[in-house]
């Protein structure tokens, strides 16, 4: 059981790692932990989600907690309605991308703010191990609470769309068809796998891994899209296409949606530190202030709040609102890119194409039997350049720079190196390696 408490969330294999039966704790130790007299639990399509909210519920109430059951809905509209019930915390019941064996809850504070593994998660594990939970002699209650409605609305009040867009959208048979039914109709949507399946008969439900992305690359260029979308299991994630089924990468999204935000006004804006240069530059370029911030959604969710940032996004496709708790909408990322479209009256690959204009290496994985000796030599090796330690270690040279950062969850080593050309670029990635893989 202890396995399935990790960095970010609680997740495993049902009926293996995770059952109703510790569910039912977990929701004990989420109110104890916590205090939470409110809390809104939303979940997705998986056969095991149900039992699990049954349980979770169970626990919570027995607590002294009133519950409030979202039923099916997205992992942001979940977020969306922490603030809007102005509840004591939220959870979302979903396994996000996992194949669909697997099962898990993404536990928030009140106002959406995450419990992770550093502010919450490992406590509360804690107390399901020992079963301390507080003394409650008066249970809570079990209402129910349609958020569709209102996040609509919410998501509405962006739009400044003038002209019917059409969009394939592959909903990967999860939580993308609850996240953009309240704006479905401001689009012409060509759909791909939109029947809710929690066993993803069709493909996994991960945009980042490329080869998803294969069916609606394809139907975009079939049906003469303006663009295409594909959500992940809980909709928090997406990743988009160009109208020439060309995958835009998901950093370079970040300066799309950055256009959009900046043309109401200067702001601040975060991106990961993985983030090509272009971002930045786009962002500077369009009156905001652009900063950096380290990779993970509690760790970023943090650093928007600390600086005021209106946006963030981030290489793995969650962008952040502020106008949501702070937290994901990907229904909010799809009005945004359509908004500039329309205002630019241009094919998005016309937006896109000046963004590509670095050299970058990608995610290159190593896995290493001790990290700390490796980014020790990397410090020394690199002490020439602009060295820096907000998320492992990077440096920056006038015409390359990389980033060298450790894995949350795996003996690995994460390198990602970017260039003025392609030839540096793979010159500074092998020299790298050669350091990390020794």
């Not at 739009?159 to 068809?177: Q, T």
Request: net charge negative; glycine share 8%; proline share 4%.
């Amino acid at each position: 059981m202890a396995e399935i408490f990790k960095a970010y969330d609680i997740r495993g294999v049902y009926g293996v790692d995770l059952d109703p039966e510790i569910a039912e704790k977990i929701g004990r130790a989420y109110i104890t932990f916590t205090g939470a007299k409110k809390v809104v639990v939303g979940r997705d399509m998986r056969p095991t989600s149900e039992p699990l909210f049954q349980a979770l519920a169970k626990g919570m109430m027995a607590q002294g907690a009133d519950v409030i059951d979202l039923g099916l809905c997205s992992t942001p509209m979940s977020y969306h309605a922490n603030g809007f019930l102005h509840a004591d915390g939220s959870v979302m019941i979903t396994a996000s991308h996992n194949p669909g064996e697997w099962n898990g809850f993404k536990l928030c504070r009140a106002d959406a703010v995450p419990i992770s593994g550093a502010t919450g998660i490992m406590e509360i594990k804690k107390i399901v191990e020992t079963q301390s939970f507080a003394p409650c002699s008066t249970p809570g209650t079990l209402s129910t609470f349609d958020i569709a409605p209102e996040y609509a609305r919410f998501l509405r009040s962006f739009a400044k769309i003038d002209r019917k867009l059409k969009i394939v959208v592959d909903f990967a048979n999860a939580m993308g068809s609850a996240e953009m039914a309240g704006i479905r109709d401001l689009f012409d949507v060509v759909p791909l796998y939109e029947e809710l399946d929690g066993t993803f008969p069709n493909h996994e439900a991960n945009p980042l891994k490329t080869h998803t992305l294969d069916a609606i690359r394809a139907k975009v260029k079939e049906v003469g899209a303006d663009f295409g979308a594909a959500f992940d299991g809980d909709a928090d994630r997406c990743g988009f296409i160009d109208d020439r089924g060309e995958i835009i990468p998901m950093d370079l999204f970040t300066a799309l949606i950055a256009q959009d935000i900046l043309s109401n006004g200067p702001a601040t804006i975060l991106y990961d530190l993985r983030s090509s240069r272009a971002v930045k530059e786009c962002i500077e370029a369009n009156g905001g202030k652009a900063i950096q911030c380290r990779v993970g959604h509690a760790f970023i969710k943090a650093q928007m709040r600390e600086n005021d940032a209106v946006f963030a996004g981030e290489l793995s496709g969650h962008y952040y609102f502020k106008q949501n708790c702070t937290a994901e909408s990907q229904g909010l990322s799809l009005v945004m890119l359509t908004n500039l479209l329309c205002k630019k009256n241009c094919a998005l690959h016309e937006l896109v194409d000046p963004l590509r204009k670095y050299a970058s290496s990608g995610e290159v994985n190593s896995k290493v039997a001790d990290v700390k000796p490796i980014l020790d030599t990397l410090r020394r090796r690199y002490a020439d350049g602009h060295l820096f330690e907000l998320d492992g270690v990077s440096c920056e040279y006038p015409d390359w720079w990389f980033n060298v950062r450790a894995s949350n969850t795996e003996p690995l080593l994460r390198l990602i190196v970017e260039a003025d050309t392609p030839s540096l670029m793979e010159a500074k990635r092998d020299e790298l390696l050669k350091i990390i893989r020794g």
